[in-house]
């Protein structure tokens, strides 16, 4: 069993700030790309940024140069860095981590419990 736990959502005005992480646990053998989504009132899930386990990353227009991810192997956690929040940054944000319970058996996508973010005007 892997669970993903995900805080540091919240309350920001436009311009500022916030990170976000995102932990897994239970039984873990490796773990290949992770990445951030997020989901506005009324739209679809859209991705927001990937990182392989190479440390390969990709983003979506709309964040590039204000977003950053990162992985902490060691610690089974991927982060997101959101600078200069802008109010369409505004949204349910959640996790997604491909996951390897044993060595001899496929990956498999498990999502975080979402965490919400706000960006005022």
């Known amino acids: 069993q892997v669970e993903l736990v995900e805080s540091g959502g919240g309350l920001v005005q436009g311009g500022g700030s916030l990170r976000l992480s995102c932990a897994a646990s239970?039984?873990?053998?490796?773990?290949?790309?992770m990445g951030w989504y997020r989901q506005a009132p009324g739209k679809e899930r859209e991705l927001v940024a990937t990182?392989?386990?190479?440390?390969?990353?990709n983003y979506v227009d709309s964040v590039k140069g204000r977003f950053t991810i990162s992985r902490d192997n060691a610690k089974n956690t991927v982060y997101l860095q959101m600078n200069n929040l802008k109010p369409e940054d505004t949204a349910v944000y959640y996790c997604?981590?491909?996951?390897?319970?044993?060595?001899?058996?496929?990956?498999?996508?498990?999502w975080g419990q979402g965490t919400q973010v706000t960006v005022s005007a």
């Open positions: 239970g039984r873990i053998f490796r773990i290949n790309t």
């Open positions: 997604n981590q491909y996951i390897q319970s044993r060595f001899y058996e496929s990956q498999r996508g498990y």
């Open positions: 990182i392989t386990s190479g440390g390969s990353t």
